[in-house]
């Protein structure tokens, strides 16, 4: 044991019997430690020879203070003491936020994981003004640490510094229980935000944020319109900065930027279905030591913001939320911030205030105001490089009252208000200078209010001779109007004509729907003839119309579907003829809040609850047959949604351009085809219905298959066309999101039977990396590695022996599909089966192996005989790396790995019944990885190392995210993996039981059965 000389002034204790009452502290200043007193609170738990501990406990909070994270500083500790031949006494679990130079964290003492004990550091070099509790502070010099060997990226001086304060707490039982359920209320909650010196200029950082199910790459028109209004109120006196989610390319850059900034408000635009990313984007600035001193006031805004308040309120705690139209309430908080303006006074934000939410203020600045300026154009220029779309806003609001649409609520019931056309021109102008030539107007209703203000605007732009193709959405009645009089029909003629002159080519036209009734029912105050006469008008001017259409609703009818079939194939719109489409065939009513259709739907009693995230309802169809029908064209639908709608944004940014090249139409047949596998499949499922009602269920059965191959076989030609470069799509977004999905989607797979199969796509990278880089940096030996496989990670224990049998066989069955699949890689690997128990179960799993294994090869013609030599025997040598899928209830927590072994934990849920398959494939593929790495480490160049190391880490953060085994994919960091590949044993170890991988999924034999069919096409696809 290392001991030094310790004394300590102790400022005052607490009676040790408070259990329940204030936690026992001990504040010390140090100029020798005496770790008997320091330590009084865990000597009073039991815990002897805490001088060992002092070293470790300071060590480690002087780390968290230099902004490692919890992890990694576990981590480097274990490497430390591995150095030093210590053992570690402590493990960090969290840190708490606290003031300049300070740091305060959780932890507890290995043997004594029922206490939790929490530290707090103080560098008074760093922190001028002490926190005292009492006493006073006494001058004190510095000590060192005994001689510790030396530790990757951290350098060892002295680890106490003259005038270090410590202060040590045993949690009171309340505060060890929130411990015990996750992160405390402490770091949960925001600290005060920060208050701006005077005379600073006033730093805001606007973020916006999209949602995975909706990729599309656009300037985000709504934080352009605030950061317009607010540089031109405040002028200099407002320094602002615009992110967006795909042009910083990930959650980690924006943080990395607003760290950067140092804003003093960071505004959200939260679009529906966005949550997950306002999630990180809001914990990863309250825990950034970059921003504790002063944490930015955190604003929602946007839809998510609108029809969420109270619930956003809830989430997060200690933000404002702006309802509605946000110019006002940035105005306000800026001049808030700026102590002009109190909170209260702010409009259209809500906030908590002493546990009870503050109602909104509601106030709006009119669109015609002359107070109103136009957006920014800061991002304008990138958004263009990667070929994305351009929107801009002539208008708000619609004067329809549509039964499906919030909009009125959104707008607390104002109807259609109009920018000034001159500003919108003198807009329209520096966007054309940028190099804009499609403008697209994110407008309810573009044509609406007084024609002569629509006339001025076409006008302008022939005036301006700007070359421009123009795109917004309107209503039928906007079109062709039957209360128009013979001169007002001829003035929206005249309009028509006028706008497509200024360079109009395409409508969005609300059509909805082809059955009267249903049109009745969403309140559309328009007839089919009515919707038939309008398309054929705009066709008639040189116009091509894109149709919103709503399929399915909960109260129609199979003779409405069958109108609706007839109206779309009658019109040519699902064909693509006139250059006419509808943009999603088999759309369902989204049950939005505040729509009048919710009202009817609760009538019915058909309404159910409530999604936070997306903000709609839930609800049952009235007839049955339809429910069925529309729920199983949504799963067909959806699960390749994000594709299509990437692909729908891709070809209408493409087609605008008057130049339409081979590359366009390629793509707009793909997305066409898209649509045509969901027109066809819905068809067939209403001749099925209408023929066998619901005693057709084989055949609907059979259908889904064939429709999902169909499309499998055509995601897969145009991933392999954008690979290729047979595709060109310069953002890079359509590639991404396909393999995002997966290339064999999910289309009613339950949520038991999410196994490798659509997921494999990380694995599959990760294998693909770590062959080249195995031949790459060991051609000699071609990156021998030898992969042990623990038995008795399949459960026995309570099975009857047929239960045993059926755990066995299917895991064998698992297991030589994935090594045949690994297979394809040409990895030099041999698979090794252990029990240290049981020979004979080893043996009797190898016999069924190799069974599967002779199966497989000659279902897919893959060579017998190469197959089998990779399940023995084992690679032999010094250059040979070792890999161990290990149970984790069976790792030796004092177990020694080699230097060159590794080891991935696999855990097993016994709670839940059913076939337990470990992640035998992640495990392997991580394994295989760190080998990769641990070759390049010693062959390659530094720069190539951490370039291949990086790329590593992207993907099994994407795999530890997706089986929970972090919660965000920047927990698991840079420093973490680099211990994993070259830390001593006790890292190695440290790390394999912290990412630990959870079994798969527990599924019964029908399920099983199903995922080894899906496996049939995994193998042929690669």
């Not at 390659?940 to 990086?950: D, H, I, L, P, S």
Request: glycine fraction near 6%; hydrophobic fraction near 40%.
């Amino acid at each position: 044991m290392r001991t030094t000389a310790l004394v300590l002034v102790c400022l005052f204790t607490i009676n040790t019997a408070a259990w329940a009452q204030e936690p026992i502290s001990y504040i010390s200043v140090k100029d020798t430690l005496a770790a008997q007193s320091v330590f009084k609170p865990l000597t009073d738990e039991g815990i002897q020879d805490s001088t060992e501990l002092v070293f470790e406990l300071i060590a480690g909070a002087r780390l968290l203070l230099a902004g490692k994270s919890v992890n990694a500083v576990n981590g480097i500790l274990t490497e430390t003491y591995r150095n030093s031949n210590g053992a570690r006494r402590i493990i960090f679990l969290e840190v708490i936020p606290s003031a300049e130079g300070s740091v305060k964290a959780r932890f507890r003492v290995i043997g004594r994981e029922d206490i939790t004990f929490e530290i707090a550091y103080r560098d008074t070099q760093k922190s001028p003004t002490p926190d005292k509790k009492g006493g006073d502070d006494v001058n004190v010099a510095a000590a060192g640490l005994p001689e510790i060997a030396p530790v990757r990226k951290l350098t060892y001086e002295n680890v106490f510094q003259e005038h270090d304060i410590i202060t040590l707490t045993r949690l009171t039982s309340l505060e060890q229980e929130s411990v015990k359920n996750g992160m405390s209320e402490k770091v949960r909650k925001a600290r005060t935000p920060h208050t701006q010196p005077e005379g600073d200029a006033t730093r805001v950082s606007l973020v916006s944020l999209h949602s995975p199910q909706h990729p599309a790459f656009a300037n985000p028109l709504g934080i352009e319109l605030l950061a317009g209004q607010l540089r031109s109120t405040f002028k200099d006196d407002c320094k602002i900065s615009l992110m967006d989610m795909y042009l910083e390319g990930s959650i980690d850059a924006i943080v990395r930027k607003i760290e950067s900034e140092r804003p003093h408000i960071v505004g959200l635009s939260c679009q529906l279905g966005s949550l997950v990313y306002a999630d990180r984007v809001i914990d990863r600035i309250r825990s950034s030591p970059a921003l504790k001193d002063n944490l930015p006031l955190i604003v929602l805004g946007n839809t998510m913001a609108t029809f969420s308040s109270e619930a956003l309120l809830e989430r997060y705690q200690d933000v404002i939320v702006v309802v509605g139209e946000g110019e006002l309430a940035m105005e306000g908080l800026v001049k808030h911030i700026r102590n002009r303006m109190p909170l209260q006074e702010v409009p259209r934000i809500t906030y908590k205030k002493d546990g009870q939410i503050v109602p909104p203020k509601k106030e709006f600045l009119p669109l015609s105001h002359g107070r109103r300026a136009s957006p920014v154009t800061d991002l304008i220029p990138q958004i263009l490089e990667r070929g994305g779309k351009i929107w801009l806003m002539s208008s708000l609001g619609c004067p329809g009252g549509c039964s499906f649409c919030s909009l009125r609520y959104l707008r607390d019931g104002k109807g259609w208000d109009g920018v000034d056309v001159d500003l919108l021109l003198e807009h329209v102008n520096k966007l054309y200078t940028l190099g804009v030539r499609e403008l697209r107007f994110a407008d309810d209703c573009f044509i609406s209010g007084d024609l002569k203000r629509i006339q001025k605007f076409a006008q302008g732009i022939i005036d301006m001779k700007l070359d421009v193709n123009i795109e917004f959405s309107t209503r039928a009645d906007s079109v062709i109007n039957k209360q128009d009089t013979a001169k007002q029909a001829d003035e929206r003629r005249r309009t028509l004509k006028l706008l497509h002159k200024a360079g109009l080519r395409e409508v969005y036209l609300g059509i909805e729907s082809g059955s009267d009734s249903q049109l009745y029912r969403y309140n559309k105050l328009v007839s089919v003839d009515n919707n038939i006469k309008a398309l054929e008008e705009l066709n008639g001017l040189g116009i091509r119309v894109a149709a919103g259409f709503i399929m399915f609703d909960p109260l129609m009818t199979i003779e409405e579907i069958r109108k609706n079939i007839e109206f779309l194939e009658g019109t040519g719109l699902i064909f693509g003829a006139k250059g006419n489409f509808v943009t999603n065939p088999v759309n369902e009513y989204r049950a939005q809040e505040g729509s009048p259709y919710v009202k009817m739907l609760l009538k019915e009693g058909l309404l159910g609850e409530k999604d936070p995230d997306y903000l709609v309802y839930a609800y049952r169809y009235k007839y049955p047959e339809v429910g069925e029908i529309a729920r199983l064209c949504q799963e067909y639908k959806n699960a390749t949604f994000p594709v299509k709608y990437c692909l729908m944004n891709i070809v209408s940014a493409l087609v605008m351009k008057k130049n339409i090249t081979e590359n366009t139409r390629l793509l707009e047949s793909y997305l066409q085809r898209m649509k045509l596998f969901e027109w066809e499949f819905l068809k067939c499922l209403v001749s099925i219905y209408e023929k066998d009602g619901r005693d057709g269920a084989e055949e609907i059965k059979r259908l889904q298959e064939d429709f999902i191959q169909q499309r499998r076989a055509m995601l897969e030609e145009m991933l392999v066309g954008l690979e290729r470069g047979g595709i060109i799509e310069e953002s890079g977004l359509l590639a991404k999101t396909i393999e995002e999905i997966g290339i064999l989607p999910r289309a009613s797979m339950e949520t038991e039977m999410q196994l490798l199969i659509a997921e494999n796509r990380d694995e599959k990278m990760l294998l693909s990396r770590s062959k080249r880089y195995l031949d790459a940096k060991a051609p000699v030996t071609n990156g021998r590695v030898n992969i042990h496989i623990d038995l008795s990670v399949i459960p026995r224990e309570g099975l009857s022996q047929r239960e045993q049998d059926n755990e066995l066989v299917q895991n064998m069955e698992t297991l030589a599909r994935m090594i045949a699949w690994q297979g394809m890689f040409g990895l030099n690997v041999r698979y090794i089966f252990e029990h240290d128990t049981d020979r004979t179960y080893r043996d009797r799993a190898a016999e069924i192996l190799i069974e599967r294994l002779v199966s497989i090869a000659r279902l897919h013609g893959i060579d017998q005989q190469e197959l089998l030599l990779r399940i023995g025997p084992a690679h032999i040598g010094s250059d040979v790396i070792e890999v161990r899928l290990k149970n984790f209830d069976n790792i030796d927590k004092a177990a020694t790995l080699r230097d060159r072994e590794y080891m991935v934990a696999l855990k097993d849920n016994k709670e839940i019944a059913g076939v337990s398959i470990p992640n035998y494939t992640a495990a392997t593929s991580i394994g295989l990885s760190m080998a990769a790495l641990r070759v390049g480490k010693e062959n390659a160049a530094k720069e190539e190392y951490e370039r291949t190391r990086g790329r590593i880490l992207r993907i099994m953060r994407s795999i530890y995210k997706r089986n929970n085994v972090i919660e965000n994919e920047d927990d698991f960091t840079e420093d973490e993996l680099e211990l994993m590949v070259t830390g001593g044993s006790n890292t190695k170890l440290f790390y394999t039981l912290m990412y630990a991988l959870p079994p798969v999924a527990k599924v019964s034999m029908e399920a099983i059965n199903e995922y080894h069919e899906r496996m049939q096409f995994l193998l042929q696809a690669v």
